[in-house]
């Protein structure tokens, strides 16, 4: 084949290390050729055989070669470290694919898990590897070596290596406190990790004894293996164990990535435990390097990385986004009645917000000056709607998305039956969320619009002039007309709200990592100045309360501020919630008088608040969805009956999207 003379004439057993390596790396490019078919590059490996085959002295220099290629380079790294991060941290990681993409890697190395990426960067050299035939395996293997039996020998002998490094990296990171004192205390598996050099010394010794009286020792070898596996699958309930009480210890990405390293070490450790007992070690060998050159792909992504390890803890904010949500969705006449009422006092909080705001507008600050100011009004307010126990509309829909998403944890388990109860049920979540929301923003909206008006009439009688003068009221149509880019502005604040929840999600499992409501409650210095049971109500208030803080004061501060940091680059971006635009359309109507409805203006904000509202809930609800079905792992769900479902609740029972039963 074309470039196979040249690439056997450059080898060179006695050339530098790089010169080697190099040799490698165009061989592989070679067989890989245009990367059309697997079988193409198999039958190139065929030729590459067969023309070595006719030459003697081509044979002798290949294994001449091929020898001082295991004498050299240390195959240890990649059996058992490859893929793994050199320090068990994500920051560490992320830094080091960073390094990987920007940097060009040498072929001059000694360690293989530098070298193989140069010799196999795509993800096709796994799919030509797999698809060589046995035959053709063991026939290069011998083509390959001199001396089968002691290559063999040291082949085990790495793979021994190897499974002692990974046991040793499996046995200390289960020793990190972060993690030991996570895991259940009364569990017999929690010493599983002292044990495991014990076995894995048992296990050498049983092994390589076996090799030379195989039949007197075969039973001693299948003893030492069940041991190792048994104590490894203990080490794996012990790190289970972790997952289980993450509800009250909370989570953390450092924490995360740690056990999704230790975890993968286990399967490491099983790969190569295979590997060594298999009775064809050249096929063992290449099923490996198989596995290595996937791992290395994956290696590759950033993104892989942040997702994979961010997974569990969005589960965790998701949960108690559910726990969260649950309280936000009517299921009965009393509780909807209820819902009205607290949207109701949220309306009528937000009339001050108003008011503060354009107080606050009135200053004439400076943009970020503004922004921040009103940031503090909308925070506080915010605060002030949660502390009276009242509803904000919009902030439900990323709350109760998790705990619609609930619904559909178990889906793919079961029989038909529990799949059709299962779907059953997310349509009843869902007509009981429409109708939740339908009552607050209608609470919220109804309410506004007669306290922006007291508050303006208050304001006339004392000062003897309107909450806003007429130019600010028709600035106000300006911003909030449907024929301007209002729906746009409103999908956006649709993201800030679904942004807010996991702010609330990830400050709240901080709050329970690193048990600050103990700490408050039993810390000496903050009981000495408190008292016992003032830091314990403070504790438990906190406990209840912190998701809510965050997310109103996030909230607030992302309502405000956005706008004026993105105003310095040029591109303003706004935000139009339903609430508070509606309280500023009462403030501008109240300011230009009856006059106002005579133009076309005011007609077109009014006919905007609606589709406001729908958007604020549509979008930040989505994004919320689609967040909990990831975390719950429903992402293989049958959503086109879902929505049949639901369509055919909305021609059968409409009115339960709206009213309760």
Request: charged share 20%.
């Amino acid at each position: 084949m074309k470039g196979l003379p040249a690439l056997l004439s450059a080898l060179d057993p006695q050339a530098d290390l790089a010169g080697r390596h190099v040799w490698l790396i165009k061989l592989f490019e070679w067989i890989r050729g245009d990367q059309s078919s697997p079988q193409a590059s198999v039958a190139r490996v065929q030729a590459f055989m067969d023309a070595v085959q006719l030459q003697p002295e081509l044979q002798t220099r290949l294994q001449a070669w091929w020898l001082t290629l295991l004498q050299t380079v240390d195959i240890t790294t990649l059996l058992a470290d490859f893929g793994f991060a050199p320090r068990t941290a994500f920051v560490s990681e992320l830094a080091e694919r960073l390094r990987r993409k920007l940097l060009p890697g040498t072929p001059e190395t000694t360690d293989a898990s530098e070298l193989f990426p140069l010799v196999a960067p795509t993800r096709f050299d796994a799919q030509w590897l797999a698809a060589l035939p046995e035959k053709q395996v063991r026939e290069l293997a011998a083509l390959l070596s001199a001396h089968p039996a002691l290559d063999t020998l040291r082949w085990q002998r790495s793979l021994m290596d190897a499974l002692t490094y990974c046991t040793a990296q499996i046995r200390a990171t289960g020793f990190a406190p972060e993690l030991r004192l996570r895991m259940a205390g009364g569990s017999e598996h929690v010493r599983a990790f002292h044990d495991l050099p014990a076995d894995v010394q048992e296990l050498r010794k049983a092994f390589f004894d076996a090799r030379h009286d195989e039949l007197a020792q075969d039973a001693d070898l299948l003893a030492a293996v069940t041991q190792y596996r048994e104590r490894l699958d203990a080490c794996r309930q012990a790190v289970n164990s972790i997952y289980a009480h993450v509800e009250e210890n909370g989570i953390s990405l450092g924490m995360v990535f740690r056990l999704r390293q230790l975890r993968a070490r286990m399967v490491r450790v099983r790969e190569l435990l295979d590997a060594l007992l298999s009775p064809k070690p050249a096929m063992a060998a290449l099923k490996l390097l198989g596995r290595r050159v996937v791992t290395g792909q994956e290696n590759k992504s950033i993104s892989a990385l942040i997702s994979t390890n961010s997974t569990l803890l969005s589960a965790k904010m998701a949960e108690r986004s559910a726990e969260t949500g649950e309280h936000y969705i009517t299921r009965n006449r009393g509780e909807y009645r209820e819902m009205l009422g607290k949207a109701m006092g949220g309306g009528s909080v937000t009339a001050l917000t108003t008011l503060l705001k354009f107080a606050v507008v009135a200053v004439g600050l400076s943009a970020f000056w503004s922004g921040f100011w009103a940031s503090v009004v909308y925070a506080g307010t915010f605060i002030m709607i949660q502390l009276l126990h009242f509803t904000l509309a919009t902030k439900q829909p990323a709350m109760t998305a998790p705990a619609m998403a609930a619904k559909l944890k178990d889906l793919d388990t079961g029989d038909a039956s529990h799949a059709a109860r299962k779907v059953e049920e997310f349509v009843d979540e869902v007509a009981n969320l429409v109708r939740s929301q339908v009552a607050a923003v209608f609470g919220n909206v109804f309410m506004v619009v007669p306290a922006v008006l007291l508050v303006n009439t208050g304001i006339w009688l004392l000062l003897g002039r309107p909450m806003i003068g007429p130019e600010e009221a028709r600035h106000v149509l300006a911003t909030l007309t449907l024929l301007g880019p209002t729906l746009l502005w409103a999908g956006f604040t649709g993201i800030i709200l679904f942004a807010a929840s996991m702010i609330a999600g990830w400050t709240e499992n901080w709050f329970v990592l690193h048990r600050l409501d103990s700490a408050l409650r039993y810390n000496p210095r903050i009981t000495g100045v408190l008292g016992t049971a003032r830091a314990a109500r403070w504790s438990a208030f906190l406990r209840d309360n912190i998701s809510g803080f965050a997310s109103n004061i996030a909230l607030g501060f992302m309502l405000g501020l956005i706008p004026a940091f993105t105003g310095f680059f040029g591109v303003e971006l706004q935000a139009r919630h339903v609430t508070l635009s509606t309280g500023q359309l009462a403030a501008a109507g109240a300011s230009l008088g009856l006059e106002a409805f005579h133009s076309p203006a005011i007609w077109w904000c009014m006919a905007a608040i609606p589709l406001i509202g729908a958007l604020n809930l549509g979008v930040s609800f989505y994004f919320a969805f689609r967040l909990a079905l990831q975390a719950h792992n429903v992402s293989r769900v049958d959503r086109a009956r879902i929505r049949n479902a639901i369509w055919a609740r909305w021609r059968s029972h409409p009115r339960s999207f709206f009213v309760p039963e």
